[in-house]
Nanobody, 126 residues
């Protein structure tokens, strides 16, 4: 059974930083792309970033703009999302998810991801 557990969220002032973690179990972690998504109150869940099984990175082009960095530690079965220069509009629940297919090209579509964590709340105050 696949489990994903996010952590690292919290309350931070605008301009601050947070590092989110996604600990995975139940799959050969290194064979799968892992994505981060977020959902703000009253809005649909949206793509943030993904890291492929080869280590390539893809980011949302609209709001990330060099502020976020995704990385993975396969030895720890963990993916990280380093978020800097946070803005109030980054306030959301952040979710990690694993691609349904191993050794695949990374995707920004939520439909490609089959297992999701419970989410971690990020709140950025102005």
């Amino acid at each position: 059974q696949v489990h994903l557990v996010e952590s690292g969220g919290g309350l931070v002032q605008a301009g601050g930083s947070l590092r989110l973690s996604c600990a995975a179990s139940g799959r050969t972690f290194g064979n799968y792309n892992i994505g981060w998504f977020r959902q703000a109150p009253g809005k649909e869940r949206e793509f943030v970033a993904t890291i492929s099984w080869t280590g390539s990175r893809t980011y949302d082009e609209d709001f990330v703009k060099g502020r976020f960095t995704i990385s993975r530690d396969s030895a720890k079965n963990t993916v990280y999302l380093q978020m800097n220069s946070l803005k109030p509009e980054d306030t959301a629940v952040y979710y990690c998810a694993t691609d349904r297919a191993p050794f695949s090209s990374p995707s920004t579509s939520q439909l490609r991801y089959d297992y999701w964590g419970q989410g971690t709340q990020v709140t950025v105050s102005s």
